[in-house]
């Protein structure tokens, strides 16, 4: 099990150069497999690489636990691999203690969850119960049974599948629950060529065991470090303190995004600077990852609901009409120092 006691980092352009090629090595790995999703893939590696988790929602099929599982096996780590059931016990993610008669002590047996990388496939077809098991480890990094503290391995990194509410033995995630995730994505059908490649690719064997490691733990975790460090003006944290506080006051929603959200949607921007291989931070990060990060913390009102209205589109309005910062655009590092 790979446990990282943490690192310090400058943020160095050396450090940088190293996320965007250690991101470009595991993206190549994921893309042949995962085919026609170059958005998807994109976000997922800007979670990963912000310390987040990732929530993939979609109908059954469309490779949501595949792009799971070519991430996990494209990280040099442990997985944990958790088939959400309605009949699975909270201990059966986090581990139980046993008593040992020879010793007339109790030993904690770990749970999948104390894994760098934890697959939790279909999680909202587990009761409510089951899925706050996991409130604490993806917010804190640890968990607390009998009274005992654990502290999760590092780099720690939860990659959730579920099927839409409306689908038969399904729960929706509680508002606490979604909120620990940093993403939601919705992988969506291929385009037509892609499938056919896809299923050339399908046809004969599965191309998950052909992807290989090419990034350890240890490096995942100095790299999630070196991110943290990078440059956003305050004029940048504005505009993302403005986007969330539009959210508590839209006439459509009846919960708005938290003080997480948008710590969570600035690291999420970072991450994405740092893909791209710049130091700072620009408004364009922050407008391409708003959606993903804000949307599926929100909850909208009956009228809003009923009408057809989504949270996805009143993230987009609310981009569209919020001003963003005088002398900060992706022309021009003005005003970013």
Do not use: W
């Amino acid at each position: 099990m790979l446990i990282e006691t943490g690192s310090s980092s400058t943020g160095t352009a050396p450090d940088l150069a190293e996320v965007a090629e250690t991101a470009g090595r595991i993206r190549l790995a994921v893309e042949s497999v995962v085919t026609g999703r170059p958005d998807a893939v994109r976000v997922t590696l800007a979670v990963l690489f912000a310390g987040g988790h990732l929530l993939l929602e979609d109908v059954p099929g469309v490779g949501k636990t595949t792009l799971a599982k070519a991430l996990a096996r494209a990280v040099d780590g442990t997985v944990g691999r958790i088939q959400f059931t309605p009949d699975l016990l909270p201990t059966d993610l986090t581990g139980v203690n046993i008593y040992r008669s020879h010793t007339h002590e109790f030993e904690f047996r770990p749970g999948p969850v104390f894994s760098n990388v934890v697959i939790g496939d279909e999680i909202n077809r587990a009761s409510p119960k089951t899925q706050s098991a996991l409130l604490e480890c993806m917010e804190e990094g640890q968990t607390t049974l009998d009274g005992v503290t654990h502290a999760m391995p590092r780099p720690f990194f939860v990659v959730a599948t579920q099927n839409p509410v409306e689908m038969e033995g399904t729960y929706p995630l509680p508002e606490a629950q979604r909120d620990r995730f940093m993403a939601r994505l919705s992988v969506g059908y291929p385009d037509p060529a892609a499938e056919l490649v896809l299923l050339d690719r399908m046809e004969s064997r599965d191309p998950l065991a052909d992807v290989r490691p090419v990034v350890d733990g240890p490096t995942v975790v100095r790299l999630v470090d070196t991110v943290r460090e990078l440059h956003a003006a305050a004029a940048v944290k504005q505009y993302v303190l403005d986007l969330v506080l539009a959210t508590r006051t839209h006439p459509s929603l009846r919960l708005g995004a938290s003080p997480r959200a948008g710590i969570q949607l600035l690291r999420a921007a970072k991450a994405v600077a740092a893909l791209d291989g710049r130091d700072h931070v620009l408004p364009d990060d922050v407008q391409e990852l708003a959606v993903p990060v804000l949307a599926h913390r929100l909850l909208l009102t009956t009228d809003a609901r009923l009408s057809g209205t989504t949270t996805s589109a009143v993230i987009e309005s609310l981009v569209a009409r919020t001003p963003v910062p005088a002398g900060v655009s992706a022309g021009s590092d003005a005003g970013l120092r």
